[in-house]
Each structure stands twice: as structure tokens, then as C-alpha cells.
């Protein structure tokens, strides 16, 4: 199994609810990656866990909660969000071989704020 | 600050014909990451260039590093349409942290 999985693929909520991100490998990799990417623009890191716990946040607001449950799963727990929050959400997982780190992609969430 | 920078940010170019995207980075990093996406797809990993001199090929893409200049290059050889996508860099100065760059959009017309 060499893949990172995203549910759900596409998501539309009010600026209201509550919502999460769900993230899942079965690679046996110890970290793992929240990125959000608006159109044409690369990715930006939010958060990183390592050896699930968080350890980077790159000064993402409260209003985005991430949760690492166990080494497989990642969550992104979404409340009271903005328009422009809208955007692709991806995550990732990366194992380091020899020093080197190599990075795998999930498919993404379409996440749409209304 | 941390600056990832590709040149150009957009590129069309004809079917058959040869070209090279630029990435130059601002820290020190002896690793660079290519990566490609297809429009509302995710990151497909391209290459992982692990030291300065390093040279990888895959089909009609050379990627190469100059870790003195701070700089990879992506060469494209007689573009084909299905090269049509978005080309990240990346590096890794510290730890786990990726760092992208601004993306180049290549657009292969007949």
C-alpha cells in the first residue's frame, strides 16, 4: 500500500459549522502534513507531526485544529470558518530513507466555504 | 525569510522544442525536490536531487543542482502536450519542512 488517502474529496460548508478533514497512510511513515494550496499558487505548510506530535504550526488561526490520533491518521477539524479559507487541502506523509526525506501526496479536499 | 523562486512563472511553448525552468532558493539545502500537477490534481513526486552535480532524467525531463549557486533546473527536450502541468521545487534545509516554489505553469501548444 503506497498511498496517502483524503475524505471526503469535496466538501461545502457555511461559515457556521463544524466539519474535518480526514487523512489516512499505511506506510509505516512517522510524519505527516496538512498543506493548503489556493489556485495557481504552491502549497503552504499549516502543520507537521512527527511521531504524532505536533511539531510545526506555521501560525495557522484557531479556527483550523489538527488531531493525530495514531501514526495512520490525521485529522483537520474545521469550525467557524471564512470564505477565504476555500481552497485545495492536502495532506502528505514522508519517509525518511538514509537521511533523505520522501514526500507523498494525498489527493485532496476541494473545501468551499459559503 | 525563506525565498523559493522559479523563473519563468508561466510558459508556452510549442510541441518538438526544448526549454528550462529555474529554481533558485535562498538557504542552504543539499537536497531539491521536482514535483508535478495536473490541474485540480495532487503533487506527483518527480525527482529528489541529493547533492550538488546531481543529474536525473526521466523521459523528455533533465533535473539538475548546483547547490554553490543555489540553483536547479528542470530541461524539457522536444515537449510533448501531456508535459502540460505545473512544475514545484522544493527544498528541505531543516528537518521535515518542505519549502515550495512559485510554481512554473507549462502549456505545450501543437
Not at chain 2, 6 to 34: A, H, V
Request: glycine share 6%; with cysteine.
Amino acid at each position: 500500500d503506497t498511498e496517502v488517502t483524503q475524505t471526503p474529496k469535496h466538501l461545502v460548508m457555511g461559515m457556521t459549522n463544524k466539519k474535518s478533514l480526514k487523512c489516512e497512510q499505511h506506510m509505516g511513515h512517522r510524519a505527516m502534513y496538512w498543506y493548503k494550496q489556493k489556485a495557481k499558487k504552491p502549497p503552504e505548510l499549516m502543520f507537521v507531526y512527527s511521531y504524532e506530535k505536533l511539531s510545526i504550526n506555521e501560525s495557522v488561526p484557531s479556527r483550523f485544529s489538527p488531531e493525530c490520533p495514531n501514526s495512520s491518521l490525521l485529522n483537520l477539524h474545521l469550525h467557524a470558518l471564512q470564505p477565504e479559507d476555500s481552497a485545495l487541502y492536502l495532506c502528505a506523509s514522508s519517509l525518511r530513507l538514509a537521511g533523505v526525506y520522501e514526500q507523498y501526496f494525498g489527493p485532496g479536499t476541494r473545501l468551499t466555504v459559503t | 525569510e525563506l525565498k523559493v523562486e522559479q523563473n519563468p512563472l508561466f510558459l508556452s511553448m510549442q510541441e518538438g522544442k526544448n526549454y528550462t525552468i529555474y529554481c533558485n532558493y535562498s538557504t542552504t539545502s543539499d537536497r531539491l525536490y521536482w514535483y508535478r500537477q495536473d490541474p485540480g490534481k495532487s503533487l506527483e513526486s518527480l525527482f529528489v536531487l541529493l547533492s550538488n552535480g546531481a543529474v536525473k532524467q526521466e523521459g523528455r525531463l533533465m533535473a539538475s543542482l548546483d547547490t554553490k549557486a543555489r540553483l536547479s533546473t528542470l530541461h524539457i527536450t522536444a515537449a510533448v502536450h501531456d508535459l502540460s502541468a505545473t512544475y514545484f521545487c522544493a527544498v528541505v534545509p531543516t528537518g521535515n519542512q518542505f519549502y515550495f516554489g512559485t510554481g512554473t505553469s507549462l502549456t505545450v501548444i501543437p
